[in-house]
């Protein structure tokens, strides 16, 4: 049996077409990724020291999150807030230089 090669896109590597389900899962993952991080926030146990009531505050304390011997859900939460504002640069990083192209 040989595979029919779909149609050859430029700038991305091998064959293949870019459909709707490729955005629809791009979208459900952000989705899951937002809802993953509420559901962190949610239960996290805070320092006693430090509990923030605005993002700065927050991005400060998350430090301490995993100390004082915290569960998974802690270090998670560290995690997430420290990859989130990368993966986000990284997004428009990838916009602005398709741009310039």
């Excluded at 629809?24 to 993952?29: C, E």
């Excluded at 962190?40 to 927050?58: F, G, I, K, M, V």
């Amino acid at each position: 049996m040989s595979k029919r090669p779909g149609k050859q896109i430029p700038t991305h590597h091998g064959h293949g077409e870019i459909k709707v389900s490729r955005y629809l899962v791009l979208y459900i993952a952000q989705i899951a990724w937002v809802v993953l991080g509420v559901f962190l926030y949610w239960d996290a146990r805070w320092p006693s020291t430090c509990t923030p009531h605005n993002p700065l505050e927050l991005y400060t304390c998350s430090f301490g999150l995993p100390e004082n011997g915290g569960s998974w859900r802690e270090a998670a939460l560290l995690t997430w807030l420290w990859a989130t504002p990368i993966l986000v640069l990284l997004e428009i990083s990838r916009r602005l230089d398709k741009g310039e192209r």
